[in-house]
C-alpha cells in the first residue's frame, strides 16, 4: 500500500526563517504535487515534479526519486505564507488518483 | 476562465436525504476528480473520470455515485446519506493524469 509521509506535522517559525517540509512515500511514482491549503480551505497547486528541482518566487521544490523523498523549501517566510502544505503522489501503474499526505500545518509570526 | 466551480459551499442533511454535489470546468479538462477530506486525514479520492462516459471508483466509493455525460460536468450523488459522510468535499481537474491540478472552493456537509 502507498504510504506518503510529511513532517513535520505542526511548524510555527518566525518572519524571515528559511522554511522545509518533507515529503517521503513508498512506491514507485510518475508525479509528485505540492499543494497549499488556505486557512478558508481552498487548494491550490504549487508544483508538479517528476525530478530534479523546481522554484517559482520564493518556493523550491526537489525531489529525489531513488530515495523517494521530496522536500519543499520557502526562503524569507512571511505571515501570508501560513497555510498547510499538502503533498500528494500518483503511483507509477496504478490507479489514476493521487494519494496524499496528512498536511504540515506552517504558521509563520510576524 | 472561471476553472473549477463547485456548489454548494456548505450543507446540512438528514440521515437518509439525497442530494448532488454540482462541479463544472471550463479549462477542456479530460480528467476530473471527487475527494473528500476529514479532520487530520489526508484527503481521500471517491470516483474519478478520465473522459466523458468513463467514470472509476477510488478509494472510498461506498455511498457514493457520479455520472460524466459531458467534459464539463462530473455530478457526486449522495443517495442515502450517513454521518460517516460529514466530510469536506472538493472536486478537481485535471487535462492529463500527470498534469497540474485545479481545485474547486469546497462543499462543506453535515449529515445529522
Known amino acids: 500500500k502507498n504510504e506518503v509521509e510529511q513532517s513535520p506535522q505542526n511548524l510555527t517559525a518566525q518572519e524571515g526563517e528559511f522554511i522545509t517540509i518533507n515529503c517521503s512515500y513508498s512506491v514507485g511514482i510518475s508525479a509528485l504535487h505540492w499543494l497549499q491549503q488556505h486557512p478558508g480551505g481552498g487548494i491550490v497547486s504549487l508544483f508538479m515534479?517528476?525530478?530534479g528541482k523546481k522554484k517559482h518566487g520564493r518556493l523550491i521544490a526537489t525531489i529525489n526519486i531513488q530515495e523517494k523523498h521530496s522536500s519543499l523549501h520557502i526562503t524569507a517566510s512571511h505571515p501570508r505564507d501560513s497555510a498547510v502544505y499538502i503533498c500528494a503522489v500518483r503511483p507509477r501503474g496504478g490507479a489514476d488518483g493521487l494519494t496524499f499526505g496528512k498536511g504540515t500545518h506552517l504558521i509563520i509570526q510576524p | 476562465n472561471a476553472g473549477v466551480t463547485q456548489t454548494p459551499k456548505f450543507r446540512i442533511l438528514k440521515i437518509g436525504q439525497s442530494m448532488t454535489l454540482q462541479c463544472t470546468q471550463d479549462?477542456?479538462?479530460?480528467?476530473m476528480y471527487w475527494y473528500r477530506q476529514d479532520p487530520g486525514m489526508g484527503l481521500k479520492l471517491i470516483y474519478y473520470s478520465v473522459g466523458a462516459g468513463i467514470t472509476d471508483k477510488g478509494e472510498v466509493p461506498n455511498g457514493y455515485n457520479v455520472s460524466r455525460s459531458t467534459t464539463e460536468d462530473f455530478p457526486l450523488r449522495l443517495e442515502l446519506a450517513a454521518p460517516s459522510q460529514t466530510s469536506v468535499y472538493f472536486c478537481a481537474s485535471n487535462l492529463q493524469g500527470d498534469e497540474k491540478l485545479f481545485f474547486g472552493s469546497g462543499t462543506q456537509l453535515s449529515v445529522l
Open positions: 515534479l517528476s525530478s
Open positions: 479549462m477542456n479538462h479530460n480528467y
